[in-house]
């Protein structure tokens, strides 16, 4: 079975620009969450999308958005980038609590590599 | 607030020694406890959980220990091998359906 995988591996934008990162789950995987890595905070929680609602939500300004589609395929996107927004961007994918396994049985994708220069 | 740190941010332990890493949460409501394993490279991967109403549960290799009195997460490794070397974190959820909420992560290094 392929694992989570994301698009694009690395990125290089500047300040202002917009980006827009992808994530596809594991096969039969509804649940999809993006988190944050930085050396300074760690991992943080960004959202968490089930069957294409947003189901729970960080603590991150308006500029920091996500959607997921029908196949549950997700993306997340980054308007008005700030130079403070260079991070590793992680993908993890679960069955989903409906199903009766726990939210944080997730396997995580290889991350997207972002440096706004 | 909800927080969940670590104590030491590298442990350096000889090979084939046991190690552990530890922990401490700051929200007494968290229900569960995750541990999870990241390599160079690589996004974080499950280890091993624990609920709140249990103070042990053992893995491969891997046992948590859980001290809700003092609010304490430990993951203890046995027998420390090459490919342990790696960022653990911890983590905490109030509930099954609930966000996670990382640590800030611990560095192992395995020394020969």
């Known amino acids: 079975k392929a694992g989570v995988t994301q698009t694009p591996r690395y990125l290089i934008k500047t300040r202002g620009q917009q980006v827009t990162l992808s994530c596809s789950p594991i096969s039969g995987h509804r649940s999809v969450s993006w988190y944050q890595q930085t050396p300074g905070q760690g991992l943080q929680f960004l959202f968490e999308?089930?069957?294409?609602?947003?189901?729970n939500k960080g603590n991150f300004p308006g500029r920091f958005s996500g959607r997921q589609f029908s196949n549950s395929r997700s993306e997340m996107n980054v308007s008005t980038l700030e130079l403070g927004d260079s991070a590793l961007y992680l993908c993890a994918s679960s069955l989903g609590a409906t199903t009766g396994v726990v939210l944080y049985e997730q396997y995580f994708g290889p991350g997207t590599r972002l440096t706004v220069t | 607030g909800e927080s969940v740190g670590l104590h030491l941010p590298t442990l350096s332990v000889q090979e084939g020694d046991n190690s552990i890493i530890n922990c401490a949460y700051s929200?007494?409501?968290?229900?569960?406890f995750i541990w999870y394993k990241q390599e160079s490279g690589k996004g974080p991967q499950f280890i091993i959980d624990?609920?709140?109403?249990?103070d042990k549960r053992q893995g491969k290799r891997v046992t948590v220990l859980l001290n809700k009195t003092v609010k304490h997460l430990s993951l203890q490794i046995a027998a420390t091998q090459p490919g342990d070397s790696a960022v653990y974190f911890c983590a905490e959820t109030p509930n099954r359906d609930d966000k996670i909420i990382f640590g800030k992560g611990t560095r192992l290094h395995i020394l020969p």
């Open positions: 624990i609920r709140s109403n249990m």
């Open positions: 929200n007494s409501a968290s229900d569960y």
């Open positions: 999308y089930f069957s294409e609602t947003q189901r």
